[in-house]
T-cell receptor
Framework: EAQVTQNPRYLITVTGKKLTVTCSQN?????MSWYRQDPGLGLRQIYY???????DKGDVPEGYKVSRKEKRNFPLILESPSPNQTSLYFC???????????FGPGTRLLVL | KQEVTQIPAALSVPEGENLVLNCSFT??????LQWFRQDPGKGLTSLLL?????REQTSGRLNASLDKSSGRSTLYIAASQPGDSATYLC????????????FGTGTRLTIIP
């Protein structure tokens, strides 16, 4: 089954404790991206990747890092999480940014 | 900078009625526009993608239109059903040649049985 998976689905952590949210897709897609969704602000793009080793900032990249060492994986790294990073995070992939985006189920993060 | 607006934020409609959801965008130099559905606590599901060369795209009871000159897209849902209750979002590229996507804040649709 074609899908985008994210882990963990739910995470509670404390300020400053590094964490990684994994994202994997099995559709051989070149384009992958991360979004955060906040009430009243909608979905905002954090980072995107056009292909392996090619990443670029979205609208809200501060406090986040990403890497794309393999085509199927696109982890989101929070080196020093802060409470304002409490949010619902989505990973997405597509065969190109001009094509249909497929979203993962989301990761709900709470930073205390 | 691309801005995408969806009005109203919420809409309630009796079952069986046809309805239209609206999406407007400020930068008309886009190559496509996408409509998504989001169920509570779940991810987004792509409904329709309209290329800039198209004016309409249909899937079952859904029909999406795109008018670049006016900066508007509509999603038409025919014969609404309770299962159509969800939040509907539209997304447009930040601008031509830019690979970012800009989302509207969505319309929360409730179909009343």
């Amino acid at each position: 089954e074609a899908q985008v998976t994210q882990n963990p689905r739910y995470l509670i952590t404390v300020t400053g404790k590094k964490l990684t949210v994994t994202c994997s897709q099995n559709m051989n897609h070149e384009y992958m991206s991360w979004y955060r969704q906040d009430p009243g602000l909608g979905l905002r793009q954090i980072y995107y990747s056009m292909n392996v080793e090619v990443t670029d900032k979205g609208d809200v990249p501060e406090g986040y890092k990403v890497s794309r060492k393999e085509k199927r994986n696109f982890p989101l790294i929070l080196e020093s999480p802060s409470p304002n990073q409490t949010s619902l995070y989505f990973c997405a992939s597509s065969s190109g940014n001009r094509e249909t985006q497929y979203f993962g189920p989301g990761t709900r993060l709470l930073v205390l | 900078k691309q801005e995408v607006t969806q009005i109203p934020a919420a809409l309630s409609v009796p079952e069986g009625e046809n309805l239209v959801l609206n999406c407007s965008f400020t930068d008309s130099a886009i190559y496509n526009l996408q409509w998504f559905r989001q169920d509570p606590g779940k991810g987004l599901t792509s409904l329709l993608l309209i290329q800039s060369s198209q004016r309409e795209q249909t899937s079952g009871r859904l029909n999406a239109s795109l008018d670049k000159s006016s900066g508007r897209s509509t999603l038409y849902i025919a014969a609404s059903q309770p299962g159509d209750s969800a939040t509907y979002l539209c997304a447009a590229p930040a601008n031509f040649g830019n690979e970012k996507l800009t989302f509207g804040t969505g319309t929360r649709l409730t179909i009343i049985p």
